[in-house]
């Protein structure tokens, strides 16, 4: 590699770590509002949603239905902090409506709602349901010649759900190349560890064996992700993609991080300044 591509990657990479930074920020700020939430999960997947939207994607912020436009969709509902963030970074939506998160007549609830919020493609509830839809739309797609993609974000406790594993093999049967699933990799669900409420690995055996192209990284490296994404982007496969992502919940906040249980965040009032002043830091912004 010359160093005029290494310059070019690492300029890439600066800008994102930045994004990623801010999705972080606004985060921590909707938790602050409510004093509670899925902010752990956000923390973790910060990075994975700095690449998808200002790596990946094709999208108009001025114009979230656009025809053309990637279609983003969140299969797991509680995570629609993590997404708003992102939506708030990308333009989607203004950051004034981080003081109403979570309030009555919000466009920002607690849970994924498509008829409320901008930018959200589908409703999270039950988990398990996204990556089938994700498969309808990928087909629909297809059949209109379409040249968008669809990327599905889902979680390791949702391959507990046999409907999940119905539609990872419905896209390789339709050899969905618009597709491309993002498996958050956390280790931690409401009741305990994923993988001690039911064993997941080998992931990545598994969707190999169901006819996917696999790429497995570290969730919270940004080189590593850019790498992933460009390569599933690039690929001429006739078959759908995943990315694997390991992430950690509370990343970039070291006292999360170091927690034992994140799945659903309470800290203590004055924890939330706490909490942002530890982030800056670990970033580097005064």
Known sequence: MSQTATASRADVVEVLRQRAYKIRRHALRMGEVQGQGYVGQALGIADVLAVSYFRAMKLDPKNPDWEGRDRFLLSIGHYAIALYAALIEAGVISDEEIEDYGSDDSILPMSGMAGYTPGME??????GHGLGIGVGMALGLKRKESASRIFNLLSDGELNEGSTWEAVASAAHWKLDNLIAIVD??????????????????????????????YRVDGNDLEALVEAFDSALASDANKPRVII?????????????ERDKNHFIRVDENEW???LKQLDEVYGVQ
């Open 122 to 127: 589908i409703t999270g509830g039950s988990l």
């Open 185 to 214: 990799v956390n280790d931690q669900q409401a009741d305990d560890k994923s993988s001690t409420v039911l064993n997941y690995e080998p992931i990545a055996d598994k969707w190999v064996a169901f006819g996917w192209e696999t």
């Open 245 to 257: 992502c390991d992430t950690l919940m509370g990343r970039g906040v070291p006292f999360l991080e």
């Open 273 to 275: 300044s706490v909490a």
